[in-house]
């Protein structure tokens, strides 16, 4: 089983990657056939080609976030952060609770997005 250090150590590493990483690089945190629903009740990415798109959307955009909570246990973390992205002179922070679910190697084989426009507000 993956320890709490490592998916620790993935969940900082992703959210950083949210903030100023590239499509190319949030994709290699997930295994091959893991699925992306974001926000939960929305399209799900199954693969790693579909969740590359997926993050390619907010590629151009300034984007900033923020950890509020982080909470281990077993192979799965929720987390509870702050998004904030500026695409060309709109800005809106989100704030969404995700759930991931990591393999043995450490990968995110499953995550889960939980918000709605009422969890976003416009700067």
Not at 2 to 10: G, N
Not at 72 to 91: L, Q, R, S
Not at 102 to 112: A, L, Q, R, V, Y
């Amino acid at each position: 089983m993956v320890s709490a250090e490592v998916i620790t150590a993935a969940v900082n590493r992703y959210l950083e990657l949210v903030a100023t990483g590239t499509a190319d690089e949030i994709v290699e945190l997930y295994a091959d056939d893991a699925t992306v629903e974001d926000p939960v009740g929305g399209e799900v990415h199954i693969g790693r080609p579909a969740i590359h798109a997926f993050y390619k959307n907010v590629e151009g955009a300034k984007r900033a976030t923020e950890l509020h909570q982080l909470r281990v246990a077993g192979h799965e973390a929720a987390f509870f952060f702050a998004i904030t992205v500026d695409a060309g002179g709109h800005k809106v922070r989100i704030e969404p609770i995700d759930v991931m679910v990591f393999n043995s190697e450490g990968k995110i084989t499953s995550m889960k997005a939980y918000w709605t426009f009422a969890n976003a507000t416009q700067i």
